[in-house]
């Protein structure tokens, strides 16, 4: 039985969380997805080993980052993290609307400098999951590459939500906004950043732009993990910063024993996405 993920996010009243500590920054939109930021931070709480602040900070610049990052070092990894172990702690209940939102959430754009710069990628940590391990997070709209990269994603998305037993249609929850103008002073993008709007004004206001049709997901999930579309992505070619070198002390880790052969199988899917951040 398929579930909808936005039908538990919308349900009940917003679990107690900190307050993030207001951070001057460019292009904010971390709220935007508020009704999975939601989801993923009532599975995240049941067992936080990490000590991670809210799901929230994983979506800030680096420095606004650090200060809920617990004990991950690498803020580039947070969000790999933070939607591992949401995920974990999904699974273990059969939670199948936990589990794709910590897909979902491992997908969305985080926040950067300016319009048109791409996030770096997270390299100094591995997910235990390795349907998390075969994501990556959406980029800027307006980076070099993007449009390919980002449906890339959303493909690979659909695939790892119909394989935990979710609507793959859900991938699009994902999308982000249009794309804003590169020199823009203002940083401000098509962007929207609502801390109460518990569907998440990127909903609500209608500022998503979809990455996929319902064709092109029935397509995604038909062609297995790391299908062709993927394979266009990456050929595309984007500008994405690579992260810096560092050692996470999270729990995340490899996969081994019994889960290794899913694991390699989602590393390989992955890699196809991130060629793009290698090419010129």
């Known amino acids: 039985m398929k579930h909808s993920v936005l039908a538990l996010a919308l349900i009940g009243a917003v679990a107690a969380r900190p307050t993030t500590k207001a951070v001057k920054r460019e292009v904010p939109q971390e709220h935007s997805h508020e009704n999975i930021i939601i989801s993923v931070n009532n599975s995240l709480m049941k067992n936080n080993p990490d000590d991670i602040g809210d799901a929230i900070f994983a979506l800030l610049g680096a420095a606004a980052a650090a200060e809920g990052a617990g004990n991950i ?25 936990g589990m794709v939102s910590a897909l979902i959430y491992r997908a969305l754009e985080r926040n950067t400098g300016s319009v048109g710069l791409a996030s770096a990628l997270c390299t100094s940590i591995e997910a235990v999951n390795p349907e998390i391990a075969a994501l990556q997070q959406h980029q800027d709209p307006a980076s070099d590459g993007a449009a390919a990269l980002n449906k890339g994603i959303a493909e690979e998305l659909a695939r790892q939500i119909d394989s935990v037993g979710g609507d793959p249609a859900l991938a699009n929850e994902a999308s982000t906004f249009a794309p804003g103008e590169i020199g823009d002073e203002t940083g401000a993008g098509n962007t ?7 569907a998440g004004c990127i909903n609500s206001q209608n500022l998503r732009v979809d990455d996929l049709s319902a064709a092109e997901i029935e397509a995604a999930v038909a062609g297995g993990a790391g299908g062709a579309a993927v394979d266009n992505a990456a050929a595309a070619g984007n500008a994405t910063a690579v992260a810096p070198e560092a050692k996470g002390k999270g729990k995340a ?6 889960n290794a052969v899913a694991a390699d199988a989602s590393a390989d899917a992955l890699q196809q996405i991130q060629a793009i951040a290698c090419a010129a």
């Open 253 to 258: 880790k490899a996969n081994k024993g019994k």
């Open 73 to 97: 070092q690498d803020t580039d990894c947070l969000q790999l993290a933070t939607a591992d172990q949401a995920f974990t702690n999904a699974k273990a209940e059969g939670d199948v609307d």
């Open 192 to 198: 929207c950043n609502v801390l109460d709007d518990e």
